[in-house]
């Protein structure tokens, strides 16, 4: 009687430490997809914004010294405004 228990005691050790080894694999299987998962997202946060500086980079700033097309139109509005009809030509941003 002492065998059987025996054996049963180890089976169920054994057993026991098998599916302990199986949930810890499975802890840090989780643990590094969840690390995963957050390095892809900063990295999809840092490309977005790299992306919106590219694109405020690409716009084309106006150019000093020189008047924009809507500047020109507020200029036009004030002289119709003080009643001078005679216009200067603006230069205008293209």
Do not use: H
Not at 55 to 63: E, F, I, M, N, S
């Amino acid at each position: 009687m002492r065998r059987k228990e025996q054996d049963r005691v180890t089976r169920m050790d054994a057993d026991y430490q098998r599916r302990k080894e199986l949930a810890e694999f499975n802890m840090r299987r989780e643990e590094r997809l969840k690390a995963a998962e957050e390095r892809t997202a900063k990295k999809r946060l840092n490309d977005r914004r790299k992306s919106r500086r590219r694109k405020r980079r690409r716009a084309k700033p106006p150019v000093k010294g020189r008047i924009t097309a809507k500047k020109s139109l507020q200029i036009k509005r004030i002289l119709i405004q003080m009643r001078i009809t005679k216009f200067v030509k603006f230069p205008t941003c293209d």
